[in-house]
Each structure stands twice: as C-alpha cells, then as structure tokens.
C-alpha cells in the first residue's frame, strides 16, 4: 500500500493527466470526452475520488508512471480506426487494391482459352456440345468415354492451378504495393507510389512465393478439399476448419515479408508466432472480415431479390475502401504486436471542394490527352477488332459452340436479368463496365499483356455472340448504349496501352498509374450515360428484337 501511495506522490497533477488523456482519447474517437467521463464515473462508484479515477486510468491505459516510457495499446477496433483515417489521409492507399484487380483480370482471358482448347478437344473425341458442357460442369463424371473424362479432369486442374497461381500474383501485387506505401502513411508521409513499385519490384523473388503459400493454404484448400472427399457435408466441414486454422496461423505472414523484410518461410514462422501469441484476438480479426464479406454476400443477395442490381458497386466499394482499411489493420497489428509500431495518431485531413474540382479538372485534362494519341486508339481498336474476328470465326467450330454454351445458359444468350429496375440494373451495369475500364487502364504500366488480353477477350465475346445472332438484330440491340460505350472503352484500353509505352522507368510506372485512374475517372460520366441507355432502351426492346 505504502509503495502504491509512493507512486501515485510521483505522478503528475491529476488534472495534467486528464488533458494528456483527452489527447490519448482523441486519437480513437470523435468525441471523446464522453468515453472518458463514463469510465471516470464508473471507477468513482468503487470508491475512487475523481484525481484516483484518473491517475488509474492513466496508468492502465498508457502504462506511464512518471519517468516511464508509455507504452501502446492498440485494440482491433483502433487499428480499423488508424487504417481508416490513413486511407483518408491518402487515397492513393486503395491503388494497390486495383492495380492486384488488374493483375488478376488475367485469370479471364487464360480461363477462356483453355476452355477453348478444352472444347476443341472434347469436339474431336466425338463429343457434341451439350454434353462437353456437362462434362466440364462434371468433370469427375465416369458415364463419359475415358478419354473424354481425362480432358475434362486435365482441365479442371489446369483452372484449379491457373486460379492459385494469377491469384498469389494479384496478391503479391496488392501486397507488395500496400504495404510498402502504408509504412510511409503510418509514419504521416504522403506515400510514394514509385517508391513502393521499386522496392516490390526488387523484392518480388520473396513476395510471391510468400503469398503463394498463404493462397494456396487459405484459398486452395476451398478448391481442392471438395474435389477430394465425395461427402458434401464432410468437405464443408473440413473446407471451413481447415480455412479458419490456415487463416489464422498465416494472417500476417506476408506483411512479416513487406514490413518485416523475412524471407517466405521465416515470415510464416513469425506469423505462426504472433498468431499463437494472441491467438484470440487473430481469431476475432480472421472471422471479422469474413463477416464482413459474408453481411455484403448476404445484403447483395437481399438487394438482388428485390431487384436492385448493386452488386458490382458494392464489389466495388469493398474492393476500393473495406480492403485498404483491412489491409492497414493487419499491419498495423503486426507491427503492434511484433514490438516494431512506435507510434500511430490520427491525422486530420480535410477534403476540400477546390481539391475535387481540381481532380475533375486533371481527369478530364487525362482523358483528352488519352484521346488524342491516335496511335494508342488504333490499337487497342485494332486488338478489339482482331477479339471480334477470332469470336467470329470460332462461332462456326464446334469448341465456339462449346464455349457459347457454356457461358449462355438459355437461347438468347445472355438475356438481361428482368426481376430488376431499370434503374438499378443501369447502376450495375455502369459499375461493373467502370471497373473493366479503369482496370484495362490502370494495367497497362504494370504490362502490355493486360489490357490487350481484356480487349481481346471482350472482342471476343462479342463475335462469338454476333456469330449466333442475326447481325441486324445484334446492332440494333448494339447500337444505342454501344455508340457511347465501345469508344469509351477503346479509350481505355489506349490508355493503357500509351501509359505502358511511357512506363521506361519506375517512376513513370507509379505515374503511368495515377495519370490511368484520371482517365478511368473522366470515363465515368459516359459509361453512367451508356448504362443508362442500355437500361432503359437497348435491354426494354430486348425481346422485341430477338423474338
């Protein structure tokens, strides 16, 4: 007793502490002298005077005694705060976010072309189109010649492989990039997006393999646990443990790489480590964000129910503002955790009118330049031609067949969803053209293979459906939202073919990407038009045209 009175003789004038607390407090809510005052009244009904209440919660809190070092406490709920405030006070934090989308929107382009060559082959073993279909739903199927079971299965696990492989690139991107800028923002520096392409650049040869292992433990084992055990309710079961024991153990393993700098194997042991040192909290953090992508799994399923098409915009939005925030939590846990976090206080940063006008001023200013490079332009119309021409051609081959089936469930093909609103549906169809657009952009200072794979492969679609339509109905169901869309797309494509063309450097790269995203950003106002067009006009008369 008499050793506590010493201390709290030592410590500072209890009204001096409750100041530095507020400041403590500021940092975590919004108003937060409420929280304070609550936790004062509920020390003082113990017993404890109001100096006693606060001197407690100073040292419970901050751990200071005067002459002590204070020492961070940071909850899961603050570091989404912390996450939050640092996305706000750099936005260029969600570009890895697209720039891992973009990566990942080549796992299209190679899924269609091994489904092509998946057909082809089924085509020549005498197999017809519906049942190659139904094979390649069913590939374990045994009432198929051998042969014909065989390329299916080969199929299955090329797209099984082809999956964990674009997906551990598209992470190591996103990763490789967040990470590296959300240290700088952690530290109040405006990130340097250059800076973070060089350093993922040259450390690549860790950070994929790294992320290889943290895909293929999390993502895999939910697509080869069901192909190995027959029992449905038995491969959920494991699929679901064996998903939450993975999750955890390797929730940190690839910002131990980034943040950590440790090589593939030794950043799984420290994140192992740190998960089985506070093994609840990582459990709480695991099964958070899968609540989190379940409640929007569930109100997109509720919203598309009541026929308001928004799941692209709410696939957006995560992707662009919930994943950032997520991604900085984690980080700043590990840091937290590891003893390597000396500081984290939140930065105020307005967002001003000028500064949105501003930005609209530069999108716009990046889309007329964009438009202008005639050379640009012709080739990415060039590459979507040559998409329609190929789409053409396989239309009239049995594996074209194949592959209209497979994508085309009914006889139309593609027919528009009528449980929703126009309305709606013209919002979804905006947003998820949008986002193919600032992908292809966005991509093209990453590489050329990007974009040109994205035009090719809507190209391609295009003819292949031209190919089972007649070509007057086609452009007349075209033509209205086409008029503005396909020029708008082409620009983007040209976009990201013109910033690659810049990107010699490093430096040109991070810029090619910030100069994309203004464009993406000027496209928005006529891709919202097209949408609306193809909403209320082109999808109305659909039936009328195809009948």
């Not at 013209?426 to 657009?437: E, M, Q, R």
Request: charged content about 15%; overall charge positive; aromatic content about 10%.
């Amino acid at each position: 007793m008499e050793n506590s009175d010493e201390e709290r003789n030592k410590l500072k004038n209890p009204d001096e502490i409750y100041e530095k607390l507020v400041v403590h407090y500021q940092r975590w809510y919004s108003n937060p002298l409420p929280m304070l005052n609550k936790k004062i009244r509920k020390l003082m009904e113990r017993g404890l005077s109001w100096g006693e209440a606060v001197q407690q919660i100073y040292m419970e809190e901050l751990g200071e005694v005067l002459g002590l070092e204070v020492k961070l406490r940071i909850s899961i709920s603050e570091a989404l705060s912390i996450a939050a405030n640092r996305l706000k006070f750099s936005p260029t934090l969600a570009i890895p976010v697209l720039v891992g989308n973009a990566v990942g929107a080549l796992y299209s382009a190679s899924y269609l072309l091994l489904l092509i060559v998946a057909g082809w082959l089924l085509a020549a073993c005498g197999v017809n189109a519906e049942k190659a279909v139904d094979l390649l739903l069913d590939p374990w199927s045994t009432s198929f010649p051998e042969i014909a079971v065989t390329i299916a299965r080969a199929f299955d696990v090329s797209i099984v492989s082809l999956f964990l492989l674009v997906e551990a690139a598209s992470s190591a991107w996103r990763a490789g990039l967040f990470y590296q800028m959300f240290g700088q923002a952690l530290e109040g520096v405006k990130p340097s997006l250059a800076g973070a392409m060089e350093q993922a650049a040259r450390r690549m040869g860790s950070i994929f393999p790294t992320a290889f292992i943290v895909v293929f433990l999390t993502r895999g084992m939910q697509v080869i646990v069901p192909r190995v055990v027959n029992l449905w309710l038995s491969a959920s079961l494991l699929t679901l443990l064996l998903w939450l024991v993975f999750s955890v153990l390797t929730k940190f393993t690839l910002a131990s790489c980034i943040l950590g700098r440790n090589n593939p194997l030794r950043a799984l042991r420290e994140s192992i480590s740190t998960a089985l040192a506070y093994p609840g909290k990582t459990l709480a953090l695991v099964i958070f964000t899968a609540l989190l992508w379940l409640i929007a799994s569930l109100i997109t399923l509720i919203l598309t129910y009541l026929g308001v098409a928004t799941f692209s915009l709410l696939a957006l939005l995560l992707l662009l503002y919930v994943q950032p925030i997520l991604d900085g939590c984690t980080a700043i846990l590990y840091l937290h955790w590891t003893g390597k976090l000396e500081k984290a206080e939140h930065i105020e940063e307005k967002v001003s009118l000028e500064r949105i006008v501003e930005l609209g001023r530069r999108s716009l200013q990046a889309l007329k330049n964009a438009a202008k490079d005639l050379r640009s332009v012709s080739e990415a119309a060039a590459i979507l031609g040559l998409g329609v021409a190929v789409g053409l051609l396989l239309s009239r081959t049995p594996p074209g067949e194949v592959l209209y089936k497979f994508l085309y469930e009914n006889p139309c093909g593609c027919a528009p969803p009528t449980q929703f609103t126009s309305f709606s549906l013209a919002l979804n169809i905006f947003f998820n053209n949008w986002n193919v657009a600032a992908i292809s952009a966005v991509s093209g200072s990453v590489t050329l293979l990007l974009p040109a794979s994205i035009a090719l492969v809507n190209g391609l679609i295009i003819g292949l459906v031209a190919g089972f339509k007649e070509p007057i109905k086609l452009l007349m169901f075209v033509a209205p939202h086409g008029v503005i869309e396909l020029p708008s797309f082409i620009v983007a494509i040209a976009a990201g073919i013109k910033y690659y063309r810049k990107a010699d450097t490093l430096a040109a790269k991070a810029e090619g990407i910030k100069q994309a995203l203004l464009v993406a950003i000027g496209l928005a106002p006529l891709f919202l038009l097209a949408a609306f067009i193809e909403a209320y006009i082109s999808i109305a008369n659909f039936y009328e045209i195809f009948k």
